[in-house]
């Protein structure tokens, strides 16, 4: 791959929320998996750990996190995402993201319903027939998060240079003590993501929906 090919790579991967029912093949998760493992890490320590459902298991899981959905259970994740209260810059961009998606899917701010039905669809996994919960040692640092990132993105490229799609999900992480209890992990493992993936439907128009990225003169300093 010349680097033109590879940093088209970069800018083809994005989230993909629908997904046909075509199988991904264990040869294909495999290749991935290792190629995602060639992250760098703090001392070459590689905290991620990585739970790959399919079929009856990944059934369960999706079946299990819908009825806490659908009860109504406060999501608690075991850590936060992000900054309390938010930079507005960030919230801007966020609810810009939100609005946009929604007015793809034809989904009025006021419809509860239809906005209930799109939360729901995360635990559904956008259809995926594979869904990965990715996790790390409870009481992880900031450092280890950042090596699970890079392992992430890692996996997410080489899962897209195969033609597959995928969707990275912290929602799902707000059900962490659900995850745990379906799959067997103990309580002293962070349940950080999940991520979908599967083949992407190619006639639904979500997948379509791209965010709009910040120019570098917004991200970039330069100094000589």
């Avoid at 993105?153 to 080489?158: C, E, G, I, T």
């Amino acid at each position: 791959m010349n680097p033109a090919e590879f940093l088209s790579l970069l800018h083809a991967r994005h989230c993909q929320r629908a997904f046909t029912d075509e199988p991904v093949s264990r040869g294909a998760l495999e290749a991935a998996l290792s190629a995602a493992g060639q992250a760098p890490s703090g001392k070459n320590t590689q905290p991620w750990r990585v739970i790959v459902t399919t079929g009856a298991r990944r059934d369960a899981l999706s079946n299990a996190l819908c009825a806490g959905y659908d009860a109504g259970a406060k999501p608690q994740a075991d850590y936060d995402y992000s900054l309390q209260p938010q930079p507005e810059e960030w919230m801007d961009r966020a609810r810009a993201c939100g609005y946009a998606l929604f007015e793809l899917k034809g989904i009025a701010r006021d419809d509860v319903p239809a906005r209930k039905a799109h939360g729901r669809e995360n635990f559904t996994f956008f259809g995926a027939p594979v869904h990965m919960i990715l996790h790390l040692p409870a009481g992880a640092e900031r450092g280890n998060f950042l090596d699970a990132g890079m392992f992430l993105q890692n996996l997410m490229l080489a899962l897209t240079a195969q033609g597959l799609g995928s969707c990275p999900q912290y929602s799902v992480a707000g059900y962490a003590d659900v995850i745990r209890a379906t799959l067997g992990l103990p309580a002293d493992r962070w349940i950080i993501c999940g991520l979908s993936i599967g083949h992407p439907d190619p006639a639904a128009v979500v997948n379509t929906f791209v965010p709009e990225r910040l120019p570098l003169v917004d991200f970039v300093d330069w100094q000589q």
